[in-house]
C-alpha cells in the first residue's frame, strides 16, 4: 500500500492522535513503526499551520499537566502516548517546512511558540478584561503554557529552538512580559530570570510594578493552586535577584557590578513600597495585604535555591540598614518626645514582621553590633531604630545582656570623647528597653541608677564628665517626658558633695518643667512604674494603697523592711508622712493575732518611722472602730441611706458644738460616703464638665429634694448653734468643709443649686429669720468654695451666658414687687453681714471671695429705695461720715441674729458700717447707673413698696442726685446732663428685651405695667432742664439737645445694623428700636426735634437733622410704607410750628422750611397731606394760640388748596385753577382723594383724563407720581393681603397706564438710577419696596390687554426698562425675597398673581424674548446694549444672547 493510497483511505476528520492511538495497543514491529512514520510525515505534510499542529500535538498528554506543574514522574508509556514521540514528529515538520521556506528552523520554531504564547496569555486578558484584572493565569491556561514549555523543552534539546531569539521577540513592541510566563520560562529553563537581568535594559521599569501588582492580588476563593503559584512566583524571583545582586565576588567584572546594582534597585523599591505600606496601614486598616505578603519572601528557604547563605545574609543586612534609615525625618528631641509611642505592643504589624524576618538568621548580639554601626554612620528614622530594639528584645530573650553590652560600649565611648550623639543614642535605646517592661529588659530608674548612682559611675572620673552629664540632662528637659525628670530627681546621679550646686541647679530646673507639665513628684509611688509600660498613670491616694500592700508583702516574705521604705522615710519624707503613712494607718477593726501588716507597723514603730501621735491616734481609732463594729448596727449598708445620713448629719451638728476638728473631717467624710450611695452621680454626664446646665422650670424629684432639704436644714441648725458661740469670724472652718464635701459629687451640686434657686425665687416670703441666716451663709461659703468650679447656665436662659453660681442664684432674687423686695432686702442682709463678718480677719482679696458682688449690688438698690433715711447719709470714699458712722464688728453680727431685730434695723445698720462701702470702690462691687435703671424698669407700680410721689422723689434722687456726680468709673455721669440723658434713652430702649427676660423668669408678672412712664418722666424733666438752661454737661457752651437727639436714635441704629445687606433678624431689630424711639420721641416735647440757630443777629430754624432722620429711619418703619403716622406727623410739625416762634417772622420761616421740606422730604410732604383733613383743624388752633390771629403760612395754606382742588376734580365739579404746588403734592392730593371715594375708579378715571399729559409737562408729572402712589400701594396689597385687595388699585394703575403709556416718563419710576425729576420717590417708600418695583413692573404690565402692551412695547426706552427690571427680578428670586403670591380664585389669567413665583418669571421672560425680537436695534444705543448684555450675562445668557443677535447692529463682511 503506497502512502498517497493509506492517505486517502483515512477520513478528513480523523486526527493525528487517533492515527497513533490506533497503533498503541499491539507491539509494534519495526517495519510497521516505518510506514506508521511515513504515513505520520504524509499526513503532517497536509498541515499547512504549525500552530493548529503545535494545539493538537498539546491535547496528546492531557494526563500528563498535573505530573508536570507538581514535578511527578510520567505515567509509563502504556497509558499514555510518548511525548517524545510527538516532539520529534513536531521537529520533522518544523525541518521540513523551514527548507521549503529557505529560513533556520529556529525561526520559525520562535515563531510558532510566540504564537501559540500569544494565544493562551491573549485570551487570558480578554478574559480579565470582562472581570477584573489577573496578575496569574487560570489553572486551565496554566496548563496549557505548561504543555507548551515542555515541548518547547524538547525542540531545544533537539536544537530547533533558539532562546535568546524567542526573548528578544517576546519584547518586541515594548510587550510587557507577565511574572508567571517569566517564572515558567526560567522553571523550564528555556532561559532563566538571571538571562532576562543581563539582557534586557528596561527590565526595571515593568519588573518592579507587576512586583507590586502580583504582591497587591488577591487570587479568587478556592483557587489554592493559584496562591502557590503566587508564593512560587515571587521566591523565584527573590532567590534570582538575591542571587544576582549579593553573591560575594572577589574582583567583579564591570558588567556583574551592573546586574548587582540593577538587583538592589529592584529590591529598594520594593522595600520601601512596602516601609510606605507601613505608613499608610498606621491609618488605613485594609492596608498592607500585599505588603504581608512581600514580607513572607524574606525567608532562610531561600538558601541554597538560588542564593548561597552568604548572599542571603548580605541581603538581609543590607535591607535592615536600608530600613533603619528609610526617610530620617524625625530628629533626636522628636524620638524623645515621642518614644513612647513606638513599643512593640503600638508599632505597626507589618515593621514588626519585617524586624522579625530581617533578624531571624542572625544572632542578638551580632545585631545589635550592626544597629550600632549604622548609628554611628547613617542618619536613622529614629521610629524604625526603636521599633526594632523593641522587636529585637520581644523575640530574642538572649538580647537583654546584648543590650547592656552595647550600652556600656557607648556610655564608655561618649565619656571618653564627651560625644553626645553616643550619649543620646544609649538614653535613647535604654529608654526603649525599659518601655517594654521589666519582663524585658530592667526599668529605666534601675538602669539610671546602675549607671549613674555610684562613685563608680561612668560620670564620676572627672569633673568635667559630671558637667557633661548635667548639661546633658538640662538640655533634655524641654523634651523630656515626666517620667524620666521624675527619675532623675528621686534618683539623682551620685555628685561629690563639693559640686553639688551644680545638681540643685538640674533638680530646679526639672521641678520647674514637672511643674508646667502639672505633674508632682512628691505624690509619686514608691514602687510606681515610670517605665511609661503600664498604660494610665495610677492616682496618688491609690498609688498609695499599692505602695502599702508592696510594702507589707515583701516584708512578709522577707521579715525586712524594704530599702525602698526606709529611703522614702529620710528622702521623701512629704510623700511618707502624708500619702504612704495615711494609706498604711486606715482605721480598721485589728485582728486578735496580729497579721503581717500589724507586724510592719510594729516594726516600722520601732524604728522611729511612725510619729507617736499618729501612731496613738490610730490604735484609738481602731478601737473605735472596733466599738462601733459592735454596737453601731444602724449604720449597716443593709440600713436606709436616707435614715443613716440623717443620723450622721445630727452627729455632725453635736462635732459642731463640741468643735472637735479631728472628728468633723471623719464624721464629713462618712456624710460624702451616704451622699455617693445616695447621688451615684452620672460620671458620663460630668466629668470634665465647665458648665451645669440648671432647668429652673423642671421639678427635682421627692428624693432629691428630701434629702437637700435636709443637708439644709442641718446646716441652718449648725450655723445657729456655732453662731450662739462665736461670731463667724471666730468659728472653726466647719462651714467650708461642709460644702466642700457637697462639692465632689457634681449630680448632688446640681439637685442643691436647682433647691436653692427655687427657695430664693418661690418661696423667700415663707423662710424664717433662721432659715434666711443658715441658707445666706450656705450660699457665701458656696460661692466661696466654688470660684474655680464650673459655670452655671440657666435653662431657659435669663442670663445671656454661664455664670458663677453667686450670680445664678441672684437671678432668682426679683425686685419686682413689694414682697420680692422684702425677700430679698433680708436675705441679701444676712449674706453681706455675714461675708463682712467672716472674712474680717482675712487678707483683703480673700474676704471679698465671702461677699457676692451680686448680693451686695441689690442692697445698693434696696436699701436707699426701702429707707428714706438712707438717702440722707453723707457718705464720702471711706463711708459714711460723722454721727452715721459704724465701725463695730460684733454690733453688726448681734444685729444679724438678735431675734428682736428687724430687717430694716439690721439694714441700717449695715449701710452705715465703714466695710460696706468702702466695698465700693472696687469695679465687680460698684451698681453702675445702667445697672440701676434696668432694676427699675422691671418694678410693678402697682405693687410698688412705694406710693407715685415716693417713688417720684426716689428716682429723682437716684438720677439727679446720686448717679449724676458720680464719676464716670464708679458708674455714674461725671455731671454729664447728656451723658445721664443717654443712659435714659438707652435704658428705656431696651427695656423690651428685658421685659421678655422677665417673662421667662417669672410667668406672674403683673399686666398693669412697669416703672417705664415713671422713667420718661424722669427723661421729660431732664430734656427740660437741658433746654432751659442751654447748658452741657461741661458748661462750656450750649447744649444742642436736637443734635444729641438724632446723634442718638442714629448710633442705636447703625449698632443695630451689622453690614450693608441686612438679614432678617436685623430688620426685626431695627424696626423694634424705630417703634421704641417713636414712642419716646412722642414723649418729648415738639419743639426739641427743630433746631434754632441765631447768625448774624436773626434767628432762623434748621430742620436738617429732622429732614435727615425721617429720610434714613422713619422711612423704613412706615407702616404701610411710604405713609408716616398721624401722630408722628403731627408732632413733627407742631415743633416747626412751635420753633417758628422764636424767629422774628414766623409765619416766613414757616413758608421757607416747608419749601426745604418739600424738596428734601417728600415723605413728610406726602404725609402731611394725607393726614390734613384730620390735623389742619389741630395746627391752626396751635397757630392761633402762637401768633394772635395771624393766617396761617402760604405753605401750609397750599395743602388746603390742593385738597379742594383734587375733591373737585374727583366730583366733576367746575375745576378750579391748578394750585401752584410740586407734581408730588398735587399727586398726593388726588392719591388721597381716590382714596377718599373707597378706591373707586368710575368717576375718578374721567377726572383722570382731564389731566392729559400733552397739556403740559406739570400734568404729565402729576400723572407719573400718581402712578407711583398706586404701585406702591398695590406692593403693599401683595405683602399684606390681609389689610387690603389689590383689585381696585390695580384698576387705577391701568387707567394710568392707558394715558401715560405714549410717554417715556412712566418709565422712569422703575429704574432707581435714571429717574430724574421722580428722583424723590426713592425717598417716599421704604428700601424694600423700593427693591420689589421690577416685581410690580412686571406682575401689572402683563396683566394689561394686547392693545395697551403693544403701545407700551413702542414707548422709547421701553426696552432698556424691561431688561432692567428683569434683571432685578431675577435677583429678587436668587435671593428669595420674591413676595408671596395672592389672588382671588376667580382670576385665571396665566399671569395671575396666584401663580408660583417661578412661573412668574417664566411668563416674564417669554414676554420680554417677544420683546427683543419685535424691536428696532436702533431702540437702545451701543453703550445701553453693552451694559444690558453684561448684566445678563451671568444671569440668563439666553437673553443676552437674544439682545446681541437681534440688537446688535448689521455688519456687512463682503
Known amino acids: 500500500m503506497s502512502v498517497s493510497a493509506s492517505c486517502e483511505s483515512v477520513p478528513q476528520e480523523k486526527t493525528l492522535s487517533s492515527l497513533l492511538a490506533s497503533h498503541v495497543v499491539t507491539r509494534q514491529k519495526k517495519e510497521d513503526g516505518q510506514r506508521l512514520q511515513e504515513a505520520a510525515i504524509q499526513l503532517l505534510e497536509q498541515q499547512q499551520n504549525l500552530c493548529s499542529l503545535l494545539r493538537e500535538v498539546e491535547s496528546l498528554d492531557p494526563c500528563n499537566i498535573s505530573c508536570i506543574q507538581n514535578g511527578e514522574q510520567k505515567p509509563p508509556a502504556s497509558e499514555s502516548i510518548s511525548s517524545d514521540i510527538a516532539g520529534s514528529l513536531l521537529v520533522c515538520e518544523l525541518r521540513h517546512q523551514a527548507t521549503q521556506l529557505g529560513v533556520p528552523v529556529a525561526v520559525l520554531s520562535v515563531k510558532m511558540m510566540l504564537e501559540r504564547l500569544m494565544e493562551i496569555t491573549g485570551s487570558e486578558e480578554q478574559e480579565e478584561g470582562e472581570d477584573k484584572r489577573r496578575e496569574l493565569l487560570t489553572s486551565s ?111 567583579p567584572a564591570v558588567p556583574d557590578r551592573r546586574i548587582s546594582l540593577l538587583c538592589c534597585s529592584v529590591l529598594d523599591e520594593m522595600l520601601f513600597w512596602l516601609l510606605d505600606t507601613v505608613d499608610k496601614s498606621l491609618t488605613l486598616q485594609s492596608a498592607g495585604a500585599g505588603a504581608k505578603l512581600w514580607i513572607q519572601i524574606f525567608d532562610a528557604s531561600l538558601c541554597g535555591v538560588s542564593a548561597s547563605t552568604e548572599a542571603l545574609q548580605r541581603f538581609f543586612t543590607y535591607s535592615l540598614t536600608q530600613t533603619l534609615t528609610y526617610k530620617p525625618r524625625l530628629t533626636v528631641s522628636d524620638a524623645i518626645t515621642l518614644q513612647n509611642e513606638w513599643t512593640f505592643a503600638k508599632s505597626s504589624w507589618l515593621l514588626t514582621s519585617l524586624f522579625r524576618k530581617l533578624a531571624l538568621i542572625f544572632s542578638a548580639e551580632l545585631l545589635l553590633r550592626h544597629l550600632q554601626q549604622v548609628l554611628e554612620s547613617h542618619e536613622v528614622n529614629w521610629k524604625h531604630v526603636l521599633c526594632f530594639l523593641s522587636t529585637l528584645l520581644v523575640y530574642n530573650p538572649c538580647a537583654q545582656p546584648s543590650l547592656r553590652e552595647l550600652l556600656s560600649r557607648l556610655l564608655s565611648s561618649a565619656f571618653e570623647g564627651y560625644d553626645l550623639e553616643s550619649m543620646i543614642t544609649a538614653f535613647l535605646l535604654a529608654r526603649q528597653g525599659a518601655l517594654e517592661g521589666t519582663g524585658i529588659f530592667s526599668s529605666y530608674s534601675d538602669w539610671f541608677k546602675m549607671s549613674f548612682g555610684g562613685g563608680s559611675g561612668y560620670h564620676a572620673t572627672s569633673k568635667k564628665s559630671l558637667v557633661f552629664l548635667l548639661k546633658f540632662l538640662s538640655d533634655l528637659v524641654p523634651f523630656e517626658p515626666p517620667q524620666y525628670l521624675k527619675v532623675h530627681i528621686l534618683h539623682p546621679p551620685y555628685i561629690p558633695p563639693k559640686h553639688h550646686s551644680l545638681l540643685m541647679e538640674y533638680i530646679s530646673l526639672a521641678k520647674t518643667r514637672l511643674a508646667d507639665l502639672k505633674e508632682s513628684v512628691e505624690h509619686m509611688g514608691l514602687y510606681e512604674d515610670i517605665s511609661g509600660a503600664s498604660g494610665a498613670p495610677v492616682q496618688p491616694h491609690c498609688q498609695a494603697a499599692q505602695d502599702v500592700d508592696k510594702a507589707v508583702s515583701l516584708f512578709k516574705s522577707t521579715g525586712r523592711i524594704s530599702a525602698t521604705v526606709m529611703e522614702a522615710s529620710i528622702f521623701r519624707r512629704p510623700y511618707f508622712l502624708t500619702r504612704f503613712l495615711p494609706a498604711l494607718l486606715m482605721p ?55 435614715e443613716v445620713l440623717k443620723v450622721q448629719l445630727e452627729e455632725f451638728t453635736a462635732l459642731v458644738v463640741d468643735g472637735d476638728d479631728g472628728e468633723m473631717l471623719a464624721q464629713l467624710s462618712r456624710i460624702s460616703q451616704a451622699l455617693n450611695v445616695i447621688f451615684p452621680g452620672r460620671p458620663e454626664e460630668f466629668i470634665g464638665q465647665t458648665v451645669i446646665k440648671l432647668h429652673i422650670d423642671t421639678l427635682s424629684s421627692e428624693l432629691n429634694v ?144 465671702y461677699i457676692l458682688s451680686s448680693f451686695y449690688k441689690k442692697l445698693l438698690y434696696l436699701i436707699p429705695r426701702l429707707l428714706p433715711e438712707a438717702r440722707r447719709t453723707p457718705i464720702t470714699a471711706d463711708g459714711p461720715v460723722g454721727e452715721y458712722q459704724e465701725t463695730n464688728l460684733p454690733g453688726l453680727w448681734s444685729s444679724v441674729t438678735d431675734t428682736n431685730s428687724t430687717w430694716r434695723r439690721t439694714a441700717w445698720y449695715l449701710w452705715r458700717h465703714t466695710a460696706f462701702h468702702q466695698l465700693e470702690r472696687i469695679p465687680q462691687f460698684q451698681l453702675l447707673f445702667s445697672e440701676w435703671l434696668a432694676i427699675e424698669l422691671r418694678v410693678q407700680r402697682s405693687q410698688d413698696a412705694l406710693s407715685d410721689p415716693e417713688r417720684q422723689e426716689y428716682q429723682q434722687w437716684a438720677c439727679f442726685e446720686l448717679y449724676c456726680s458720680r464719676p464716670e468709673e464708679q458708674g455714674g455721669c461725671g455731671g454729664d446732663m447728656k451723658s445721664l440723658c443717654s443712659h435714659l434713652l438707652n435704658a428705656i430702649m431696651d427695656q423690651q428685651s428685658s421685659d421678655q427676660s ?109 429732614i435727615e432722620h425721617v429720610n434714613q429711619h422713619q422711612r423704613k418703619v412706615c407702616s404701610p410704607a411710604g405713609l408716616l403716622s398721624c401722630h408722628i406727623t403731627a408732632h413733627f410739625l407742631r415743633g416747626v410750628l412751635c420753633a417758628s416762634v422764636c424767629c422774628g417772622y414766623p409765619r416766613e420761616e414757616v413758608n421757607k422750611v416747608w419749601s426745604e421740606i418739600s424738596l428734601h422730604c417728600p415723605l413728610l410732604l406726602t404725609s402731611t397731606l394725607h393726614w390734613w383733613e384730620c390735623l389742619s383743624p389741630v395746627l ?96 403693599s396689597a401683595l405683602l399684606y ?157 439666553e437673553v443676552a444672547a437674544a439682545l446681541s443677535v437681534h440688537l446688535s447692529p448689521e455688519m456687512d463682511f463682503l
Not at 524604728?607 to 490604735?619: F, L, R
Not at 447703625?1054 to 424711639?1077: D, F, G
Not at 396751635?1182 to 388748596?1201: H, I, N
Request: charged fraction near 20%; hydrophobic fraction near 40%; include cysteine.
Open 141 to 251: 491556561r496554566r496548563a496549557q503554557l505548561c504543555v507548551l514549555l515542555e515541548f518547547s523543552k524538547e525542540l531545544l534539546s533537539q536544537g530547533a529552538l533558539c532562546p535568546k531569539l524567542l526573548w528578544q521577540e517576546y519584547r518586541r513592541n515594548q510587550r510587557l512580559p507577565k511574572l508567571e510566563v517569566v517564572y515558567h520560562l526560567h522553571f523550564y529553563n528555556i532561559f532563566t530570570l538571571k538571562y532576562i537581568l543581563e539582557s534586557d535594559e528596561g527590565l526595571r521599569f515593568w519588573l518592579v510594578p507587576q512586583l507590586k501588582a502580583l504582591c497587591s492580588w488577591t487570587p479568587p476563593q478556592g483557587e489554592e493552586e493559584t496562591k502557590q503559584v503566587q508564593q512560587k512566583v515571587l521566591s523565584m524571583v527573590v532567590g534570582v535577584l538575591v542571587g544576582s545582586g549579593f553573591e560575594p565576588s572577589h574582583e
Open 588 to 642: 480598721r477593726v485589728l485582728p486578735v493575732k496580729a497579721d503581717a501588716q500589724m507586724t510592719f507597723i510594729e516594726a516600722l514603730k520601732k524604728a522611729d518611722k511612725i510619729p507617736a501621735a499618729q501612731y496613738s491616734s490610730y490604735m484609738e481609732s481602731c478601737q473605735r472602730q472596733r466599738q462601733q463594729d459592735r454596737s453601731a448596727v444602724r449604720l449597716d449598708t443593709s440600713d436606709d441611706p436616707l
Open 706 to 849: 428630701k434629702v437637700i432639704n435636709m443637708i439644709l436644714r442641718n446646716f441652718c441648725q449648725c450655723m445657729l448653734d456655732a453662731s450662739r458661740a462665736n461670731p463667724p469670724n471666730k468659728q472653726s472652718l466647719w462651714a467650708s468643709r461642709f460644702v466642700s464635701v457637697l462639692l465632689g459629687n457634681t449630680y448632688l451640686l446640681s439637685n442643691l443649686i436647682h433647691r436653692l434657686w427655687d427657695l430664693f425665687h418661690n418661696q423667700g416670703s415663707s423662710l424664717s429669720a433662721a432659715h434666711l441666716l443658715g441658707l445666706a451663709a450656705f450660699v457665701v461659703h458656696l460661692n466661696a468654695s466654688m470660684s474655680h468650679s464650673p459655670l452655671i447656665q440657666l435653662v431657659p436662659p435669663i442670663l445671656p451666658k454661664p455664670v458663677p453660681v453667686g450670680e445664678a442664684l441672684s437671678s432668682a432674687l426679683v425686685c419686682s414687687t413689694h414682697t420680692n423686695m422684702l425677700s430679698c432686702v433680708r436675705l441679701c442682709v444676712a449674706a453681706v453681714c455675714y461675708g463682712i463678718c467672716r472674712g474680717d480677719s482675712l487678707p483683703q482679696q480673700q474676704q471679698q471671695d
Open 998 to 1106: 422677665l417673662e421667662k423668669l417669672d410667668h406672674r408678672v403683673s399686666d398693669t405695667g412697669t416703672c417705664l412712664p415713671d422713667i420718661l418722666s424722669r427723661l421729660q424733666e431732664l430734656v427740660y432742664e437741658m433746654e432751659a438752661t442751654n447748658l452741657s454737661g461741661s458748661c462750656s457752651g450750649r447744649a444742642d439737645v436736637c443734635d444729641f437727639l438724632f446723634e442718638f436714635v442714629s448710633r442705636r441704629c447703625s449698632s443695630t445694623v451689622s453690614s450693608v445687606s441686612l438679614s432678617v433678624s436685623s430688620e426685626l431689630r431695627l424696626q423694634h428700636s424705630l417703634n421704641t424711639w417713636n414712642r419716646v420721641l412722642l414723649a418729648l416735647p415738639a419743639v426739641l426735634f427743630v433746631k434754632v440757630k441765631a447768625e448774624g443777629g436773626s434767628t432762623t430754624l434748621d430742620c436738617n437733622k429732622l
Open 1180 to 1275: 391752626l388752633s396751635l397757630w392761633s394760640r402762637l401768633c394772635d390771629g395771624e393766617p396761617l403760612s402760604e405753605q401750609l395754606q397750599l395743602l388746603t388748596d390742593c385738597q379742594h382742588w383734587a375733591y373737585s376734580l374727583d366730583n366733576s365739579l367746575p375745576s378750579p385753577p391748578v394750585p401752584p404746588a410740586p407734581a408730588l403734592l398735587l399727586a398726593s392730593s388726588l392719591h388721597r382723594a381716590w382714596r377718599g371715594r373707597g378706591g373707586d375708579n368710575q368717576g375718578f378715571s374721567a377726572a383722570l383724563k382731564m389731566l392729559r399729559p400733552e397739556r403740559g409737562t406739570l400734568y404729565q408729572q402729576v400723572l407719573v407720581f400718581l402712578l407711583f402712589l398706586c404701585v406702591n400701594d398695590y406692593l
Open 1281 to 1437: 393681603p390681609q389689610e387690603k385687595s389689590n383689585q381696585k388699585t390695580r384698576s387705577l394703575c391701568t387707567v394710568l397706564l392707558s394715558v401715560l403709556v405714549d410717554s417715556a416718563d412712566w418709565l422712569l419710576i422703575f429704574k432707581s438710577n435714571e429717574q430724574g425729576v421722580y428722583q424723590s420717590v426713592t425717598m417716599v417708600t421704604s428700601d424694600e419696596y423700593t427693591q420689589l418695583l421690577p416685581w410690580a413692573f412686571y406682575s401689572l404690565l402683563l396683566q394689561q390687554s394686547a392693545e395697551l402692551l403693544q403701545r407700551a412695547v413702542h414707548c422709547p426706552g421701553f426696552l432698556h426698562t424691561a431688561v432692567l427690571c428683569y434683571i432685578g427680578l431675577l435677583q429678587l428670586f436668587l435671593e428669595g425675597r420674591t413676595p408671596t403670591p395672592t389672588a382671588e380664585p376667580s382670576e385665571k389669567q396665566v399671569t395671575d398673581p396666584q401663580l408660583e413665583p417661578f412661573q412668574i418669571l417664566s411668563e416674564t421672560k417669554k414676554f420680554l424674548l417677544r420683546v427683543i425680537s419685535q424691536t428696532s436695534p436702533i431702540a437702545l444705543s451701543s453703550s445701553q446694549l453693552r451694559q444690558l448684555e453684561s448684566e445678563c450675562a451671568d444671569l440668563d445668557p
